[in-house]
């Protein structure tokens, strides 16, 4: 049996639904825990498997989710160094680099973490969320830019 070494399937739950994290898909998973021994940093995961009801909850709350979300189908999460990015432009590129060495291709920028998500039927793509900074932002692209070459 494949094992993730540095996060537990718990930490992937939905907030409304306990153990539904075991619906991650298992290459996120092996991808997120490369990103991880890459990093060589703790990560925290801020979001992982959502149900369709919990999102119904985010978009009360206002913020962004998307109709067709990878989360829903357990391809996708939100993660953070558990120390945080901030503005330090060096670490989001640390972190960006340890995630696309994991083979992910996707990713939203929002303030201070990263969407990332291997969705087989969704083309790899760089996005912002309205919380993001300009200037992390316009790194990220230029990262982005320079990756897809």
């Known amino acids: 049996m494949i094992q993730i070494q540095y996060f537990d399937v ?3 739950d939905s ?3 306990p153990g539904s994290g075991g619906n991650m898909r298992l290459s996120t998973l092996l991808k997120l825990d490369k990103a991880r021994w890459t990093f060589g940093k703790k990560v ?3 979001s992982g498997f959502r149900t369709k009801a919990y999102g119904e909850v985010l978009k009360k709350r206002g913020y962004e989710v998307a109709t067709k979300s990878a ?3 357990g391809y996708a999460v939100d993660v953070v160094p558990v120390e945080g990015l901030g503005a330090d432009l060096l670490k989001w590129e640390m972190f960006l680099n340890a995630l696309w060495s994991a083979d992910f291709k996707r990713f939203g920028i929002m303030n201070g973490a990263v969407h990332v998500d291997d969705d087989p039927t969704k083309a790899p793509a760089i996005w912002r969320y309205g919380n993001t900074n300009n200037t ?3 790194m990220a692209q230029n990262w982005y830019a320079k990756k897809i070459k």
């Open 136 to 138: 992390v932002w316009a």
């Open 44 to 46: 925290r995961v801020t």
């Open 15 to 17: 907030p409304d639904a």
């Open 10 to 12: 718990s930490e992937f």
């Open 71 to 73: 989360h829903y189908t």
